[in-house]
């Protein structure tokens, strides 16, 4: 095998490996490249001295800078929060009322809450916090609870219904189906929905025998003419904005077993400060009062 | 059976046979310019002080923008995504500003180099230029070609080094100043330098004045004429450029050859005498390391200096400039026809001169009219046009610009009275450095009002804001419109927004959405 010869037409020493009779020319590796390889050599054993190299059983060896790339995470996550401190800070010392004043402070809390909703909030009032039937539109200006900064902040810190929070919302409508004959329930369904002309072919008279049964059921709550307490979480049944549907057989339905829908408190949950963010968020959506 | 000599034998060399094979690698062989003395030598060093001058001062130019803009005359305010250029700035959706100067430049350099052949290679070319100064050091430290090919062949010794370093750590500060001049385009040119030389400007800036230190050092001091020949593709482009029209560095040799350099003997021998001595004082002048007597060839950069050689020698002689000169092939060609009657002989000389010496009238020489020809002026209306073109664009464009955004989720709401509501993201350009009180005003969609987040304005049709100088402003703008007055799922309206003082306004159709309603 190893039978080196000069090739005689390049004047190149073989390599001695012969393969069906033909050699291989044994030419140096250029400079240059021989130059890049002994240049990764270097690299790779200060590399390794450098920087964390060597698995170990649990660990692994940490080299002489300390680099990890956990460290370059954290810091970067330091300085983002350094980045934000002083907002922070600012929204945790003032009230939600003085931080809508504050433009700057208001952008950074709505954009804050924003990603708070994100999180939270969407499984029930939708990405766009838009709801859907049984879970309140944010959008509109229609509150059960109050539309103000601190009502808001209230609902969200407290929840509604929230058996775990001493400070709940807490509001029920009696079951009438066990109350009021079935006659009464579709005329008095009848008539509040005749409050926002959505009676649709009820008879006159039906419609007045509601306003009766309205009259006394309904408006010890709902207010002499329905158009709600907040007080008490009753809606305002004269708009145009329905929780569980506005045709005479939903609301019906609602008079007969009413569902009662929850909210958890966030205010434990998230804290003093995101609870502030979202209430900006939530207020900034359009139906802040 | 044939005998061994009666087998017919041809003439015929292997193309690769071993003993004429070439290397595959060849070393550089050095050049050593001699120094030029001229016409066109004194206009490459007027272009070379332009050049230089313009890229090293330029940044240091001020230009009064007021109180809210840098006072920088060329800045391209990367971290604030402006460029300014003097009066002119450009936000970055007006890169197409920057884009249609760079089609400009390259239609400039199609015709110039349809006319003038490469003259952007042999004068303006930052290799050229910088190559040109680095020999400029190379002379004044060891001397010109001469001496610098004995320095070069002389044994190493306390002279050579010191004059190789002192030649090495002037083209370093050279190199250094270029990377350096770099960098002052991109922040505020005095601050930086005051943060450069105390260590405490961004790690960027010095790798950048690193690696434009290094190719500086490296393209005009090493490797020089290789970058022109081996890396740069224009020379391999401009061949698609030249035509017969074009104007290029030739060597005359319909008068110069028969070449010799004992004229008068040739002479009283009887044979043909042409004007070129053989004296290669083009060949030493020439940076490229070409001989131009060999014809155009891909490595000539005409910069012209062995006409400024050529010249400097017929003088001597007394014979007419112009041996080596700018000429067309067309005239080329026409006058070696004359030279060699049509192609019947070789070259002679006394084809091309009159009875008493002198060239004859019936010599082509250039004419400025031949810069007029279909592919020159289609190139210069090309350029023209885009030029033009931007200019209208710059002197109309908008400095007050809106865009809006319509929320999507949800489309619209509805309102507890039955409105319907429309969430908008308002986007106002105030492109000025300075602020400025805008007018945002709804147009269309009948009895529909605004509000806006964050602002007293509540039910309003018009509305006035203040913007911040050359900055963008963010509005969140509710658009709500009565039940009984919505026309439709989908209607269109206008948000026009004004300059206080009505000398701007700009509008963005938007559409309203609603939901199919029975009325």
Redesign the interface.
Known sequence: MSDKQIDEFSGVSTTGHDWDGIKELDNPMPRWWLIVYYATIIWAAAYVIAYPAWPLVRTATTGLLGYSSRGDVKAELDAAKAAKADYIKAIGSKSVKEILADEKLRVFAAAAGAAAFKVNCVQCHGSGAQGSPGYPNLNDDDWLWGGKPEDIQQTIAHGIRYAEDPNTRVSEMPAFGEMLKPKEITQVASFVASLSNKAGDASAADIAAGKEVFAQNCASCHGDNGKGNREVGAPNLTDAIWFYGSTPAAIAAQVRAPKHGVMPAWGVRLGDTTVKELTVYVHSLGGGE | MFEASEIETFDATAVNS?RVRQPLYAARKKIFPKRAEGRFRRFKWIVMLITLGIYYVTPWLRWNRGPYAPDQGVLIDLANRRFYFFPIEIWPQEFYFVAGLLIMAGFGLFLLTSTVGRAWCGYTCPQTVWVDLFLVVERAVEGDRNARIKLDGAPWSTNKLLKRIAKHLIWLVIAVATGGAWIFYFADAPTLLRNLVTGHAAPVAYITVAILTGTTYVFGGLMREQVCTYMCPWPRIQAAMLDENSLTVTYNDWRGEPRTRHAKKAAAAGQAVGDCVDCNACVAVCPMGIDIRDGQQLECITCALCIDACDSVMDKIGKERGLIAYATLAEYQSNMALATMGGASAIDPHQVRDADGKLSGKVETFHVRKLLRPRTLIYFAAWSLVGLGLLYALLTRDRLQVNVLA????QF??????SI?N?YTVKLLNMIPEPRTIIVTLRGLPGAEMSV??MDHSAVRSFAVEAEPDRLKTL?V?VRQP?ELVAGPTQHFTFEVKDESGAESDRYEATFDALEMSK
């Open positions: 071993a929320d999507r989720n949800p709401v509805v309102l507890s009275d039955g509501r969430g987040v964050g969140k509710f039940r």
